[in-house]
């Protein structure tokens, strides 16, 4: 029974120093990866609100989003502090090939808001449009835009 148990033991630290041996992968062996660009429309101001729409691309691949914020700090008199309802509506398209739209309501509550949902794959030579806006009860949707061409 001694000896089973030396010979399990021995196998067990022969073991670990194989393990103990075994190369680890570093930060240099790691596949390089794709590196991503974000290209913003122009900021549309809307009664102290600022809104924009943006596409990430990654290689062959976008990601559009459209974003809310404060536009600067709070005017007195102004509809703040109350939070504010809005729809916030997002659409994209490559070349006029739709990429999809994303449409929510969400209240604002002084803090910055990121719409996603909207992207795809993208050729060169092909122009990525994209289209943000935010509504409130208050105010009408004053979209802002982007039209971004893809590089050869």
Known sequence: MKKVIITAAAIGVAGLSVLATAPV?????????TPTSVTCGTYGLQSGLSTKVCAEVTGENVQLFGQV??????????????PLPVTLRLTGNVSGVSLGAVSRNDVFNFTTIKVYGV???????STIHGNFEV??????????????????
Do not use: F, H, M, N
């Open 119 to 125: 992207g795809g794959a993208i050729k060169c030579g």
């Open 25 to 33: 992968a570093s930060a240099d062996d790691t596949q390089p990866t």
């Open 69 to 82: 914020g404060l536009a600067g700090p709070p005017s007195p008199g102004g509809p703040y502090p109350q």
């Open 135 to 152: 509504e409130s009860y208050q105010w009408p949707a004053r979209p802002v835009t982007l039209d971004l061409p893809v590089p050869c």
